[in-house]
């Protein structure tokens, strides 16, 4: 049995919990955190940026997603 993406019903990439395109926008999200704790100075934990990101009208939905799911872990 292959295991679906915990955000939707596709099937998940190899390796991953989410399918391909949770799991693009799961490495932005991570990408994008490594940006902002240099902004920061490393002064911002995981579940602050996840917060704030949540938040921004710029954050793409599917970012919002893995955020969110990323928040409840
Ligand atoms: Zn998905």
Redesign the pocket.
């Known amino acids: 049995m292959s295991k679906t993406?915990s955000?939707?019903q596709?099937k998940a990439a190899l390796s991953s919990d989410?399918?391909e395109?949770?799991k693009i926008a799961e490495s932005n999200v991570k990408a994008g955190y490594k940006e902002w704790a240099r902004a920061f100075d490393g002064d911002i934990s995981m579940k602050n940026y996840l917060e704030c990101i949540i938040n921004l009208p710029e954050t793409g939905e599917k970012a919002k997603e893995v955020a969110r799911h990323l928040l409840k872990k």
Do not use: E, K
Request: aromatic fraction near 12%; include cysteine.
């Open positions: 993406c955000l939707c596709r989410f399918c395109t949770h």
